[in-house]
Nanobody
Framework: QVQLVESGGGLVQAGGSLRLSCAASGSIFSIDTMGWYRQAPGKQRELVASITRSGRTNYADSVKGRFTISRDNAKNTVYLQMNSLEPEDTAVYYC??????????????WGQGTQVTVSS
């Protein structure tokens, strides 16, 4: 079992920045890949960014150049630095931890979610 605790969401104006954090505990030896997903009202959950233990990353096209995912393996924590936020980024952001890069996210663990609201 892996427990994930997210923090850092909130309300920000368009063009602003936020930093999300997700701390993992429990059976962390089983985790290679951590990531952030988001779900806006009326939409499906979508991948925002992922990062492996060795630092391999990928991003959704809509956030490339604006968001940066990073990871501190010593602290078992993953971060999402979000810059140049747009109203379209408004969503509940979920942290995910899964066994490997090619594993389905639903095979892993989810955090409780943190709300990010970007006002225009």
């Amino acid at each position: 079992q892996v427990q994930l605790v997210e923090s850092g969401g909130g309300l920000v104006q368009a063009g602003g920045s936020l930093r999300l954090s997700c701390a993992a505990s429990g059976s962390i030896f089983s985790i290679d890949t951590m990531g952030w997903y988001r779900q806006a009202p009326g939409k499906q959950r979508e991948l925002v960014a992922s990062i492996t233990r060795s630092g391999r990353t990928n991003y959704a096209d809509s956030v490339k150049g604006r968001f940066t995912i990073s990871r501190d393996n010593a602290k078992n924590t993953v971060y999402l630095q979000m810059n140049s936020l747009e109203p379209e980024d408004t969503a509940v952001y979920y942290c995910n931890a899964r066994p490997g890069w090619y594993h389905n996210a639903d095979l892993g663990s989810w955090g409780q979610g943190t709300q990010v609201t970007v006002s225009s």
